[in-house]
C-alpha cells in the first residue's frame, strides 16, 4: 500500500512538472480511442444549436413587426402582461430607440411595489436625501409646495389634470420668476429661513391663495388657470394664514386675479406685484 501511494505521488510531481507532456498524451490517448459516432454527434449538435439561433432571430424579427404594426395603429404592448393597449395608457422607456412596448399602468404599480417592498431602506435613504435637497434650495422647496398644494386641491374636488399638463402650466410663469414674484412682496422678518413649520419663537410663513380655492370651480380647465396663477399667490404670516381659513378678505380682495392675464405680467425690472397691476 505504501508502494502504491508513493507511486501515485511521484506520478502526480511529474505531471505537474511536464504539463506540456501530459496535455499531448491526454491528446493522443483521446484521438486513438475516439467514438467513430462523435464526429456525426458534433455536427449535430452544432446545426441543431444553429437552427436554434435561427429559430431565436427570426422571433424577435416577427415581434418587432408586429409591434411597428401595432403603433402605425396607435397601440403599443406592455413587455410584462403581454397587454395591447392604446399608447397613451403605456410608459415608454426613454432608452428604447423604437419606443414600441413598455408597462401598463398596472404592471408598474406592481413591479414599483414590489421593488419597494424588497428594498425599503433603499427608498427611505433616496427619500431622505431628496428631501434634503428640496429643503436646501428654496427654488425647489417653493414649487414642491406649490405643485403639492395644487395636485391636493384638484384630489380633493375630485378630479385631475389633463394628461400631460404640468402644474407649473396652471402658474403660468417659471420657477425662478415665482421665487422672484413671492420675495418681492416679503414683509420684514420674512425670510427663506422661515418658510413653512414654525420652530419655537421664530415665526412662520406660508404660501397664501389670495381668492381661496374653495371659491373655484376646479372641475373647470378655465377655473384652475384662474385659481392657480402666480398672481394669487402671497407671502403670509402663518398665524394670520390660519385665521384668514378660506375666507376672502377685502383688503386683499383683487377682482383682476378672476380674469389673470394669459402670460406673466412683467414690468421693466422683472415681474410685477398684483397689487401694482391692480392700481395700473
Known sequence: MCAKKHKAKCRKIWAEKNKERMRYLIDRWHKKNRDPNTDARMAERA???????????????????????????????????????PRAEVKIPKNDPRKLAGECKRCRTRNARATRKRNPETYRRL??????????????????????????????????????????????????????YIE??????????????????????HIDHIIPLASFDLSKEQERHKAFHYTNLQPLWAADNMKKGSRIIPKAFQPNLLYPPAGPVRAVGGLTPACDIVKK
Open 47 to 85: 446545426a441543431r444549436i444553429e437552427r436554434r439561433e435561427n429559430t431565436r432571430v427570426l422571433m424577435v424579427v416577427v415581434k418587432q413587426l408586429k409591434r411597428e404594426a401595432m403603433f402605425r395603429e396607435g397601440l403599443a404592448s406592455c413587455s410584462y402582461c403581454k397587454a395591447v393597449l
Open 127 to 180: 427619500r431622505r436625501e431628496q428631501n434634503a435637497r428640496v429643503m436646501a434650495d428654496p427654488t425647489k422647496r417653493l414649487v414642491k409646495s406649490v405643485r403639492d398644494r395644487t395636485n391636493k386641491a384638484l384630489v380633493y374636488a375630485k378630479t385631475r389634470k389633463q394628461q400631460g399638463t404640468s402644474s407649473m402650466k396652471y402658474i403660468g410663469c417659471t420657477r425662478d420668476e415665482l421665487r422672484q
Open 184 to 205: 418681492m412682496q416679503f414683509k420684514p422678518g420674512m425670510n427663506w429661513d422661515n418658510y413653512g413649520r414654525q420652530s419655537g419663537r421664530r415665526r412662520a410663513w
